[in-house]
T-cell receptor
Framework: RKEVEQDPGPFNVPEGATVAFNCTYSNSASQSFFWYRQDCRKEPKLLMSVYSSGNEDGRFTAQLNRASQYISLLIRDSKLSDSATYLCVVNSDGGSQGNLIFGKGTKLSVKP | EPEVTQTPSHQVTQMGQEVILRCVPISNHLYFYWYRQILGQKVEFLVSFYNNEISEKSEIFDDQFSVERPDGSNFTLKIRSTKLEDSAMYFC????????????FGPGTRLTVL
């Protein structure tokens, strides 16, 4: 069974804090990895793709360890607007058309 | 910026009734997907569609479900005889052919079965 497991959260942090989310995936055939953000009762929105070399987008840094089947997301200098649920997502197979497998998400709440 | 659209935003129906959820994918996208999310649970894959046929479907996508691309723009999900447990958010997604694997999601249809 193909699964994605995440820290259950919730993470309650003050503005300006650095917070890290972790994720593991079970399907070794997965080739594409993402972090999506989901606000309450809204659709998932792509935050960033995750590459083997690691990648950064402003305050967000994602890392991938294929050997350990582990993905991480680091958010620096948290803003109130970062409050959301963060979904770790992988594709189901090595082909680019594969469906996505979602983790349950980790809820982040940034307080003033 | 082009986006996936879905209608209706909220559908309330009686158990046993048929519902059709509609999606307009991004215009140059060729892969289409339906996902659902039961309240408080994770997003789950239902079905993928490419070249006018189903590419893959999950065990959730049983005989009560069907998909169709009736014209060049719409992509529909039909549930023939709704059950209480079909109550969920239904998200449509689309993706370009080749290149990035990124799927773009519509705003969802909230289906409530009474």
């Amino acid at each position: 069974r193909k699964e994605v497991e995440q820290d259950p959260g919730p993470f309650n942090v003050p503005e300006g804090a650095t917070v890290a989310f972790n994720c593991t995936y079970s399907n070794s055939a997965s080739q594409s990895f993402f972090w999506y953000r989901q606000d309450c009762r809204k659709e998932p929105k792509l935050l960033m793709s995750v590459y083997s070399s690691g990648n950064e987008d402003g305050r967000f840094t994602a890392q991938l360890n294929r050997a350990s089947q582990y993905i991480s997301l680091l958010i620096r200098d948290s803003k109130l607007s970062d409050s959301a649920t963060y979904l770790c997502v992988v594709n189901s197979d090595g082909g680019s058309q594969g469906n996505l497998i979602f983790g349950k998400g980790t809820k982040l709440s940034v307080k003033p | 910026e082009p986006e996936v659209t879905q209608t209706p935003s909220h559908q309330v129906t009686q158990m046993g009734q048929e519902v059709i959820l509609r999606c307009v994918p991004i215009s140059n996208h060729l892969y289409f997907y339906w996902y659902r999310q039961i309240l408080g649970q994770k997003v789950e894959f239902l079905v993928s569609f490419y070249n006018n046929e189903i590419s893959e479907k999950s065990e959730i996508f049983d005989d009560q479900f069907s998909v169709e691309r009736p014209d060049g723009s719409n992509f529909t999900l039909k549930i023939r005889s709704t059950k209480l447990e079909d109550s969920a958010m239904y998200f449509c997604a689309s993706k370009v052919e080749g290149g990035t694997d990124t799927q773009y999601f519509g705003p969802g249809t909230r289906l409530t079965v009474l």
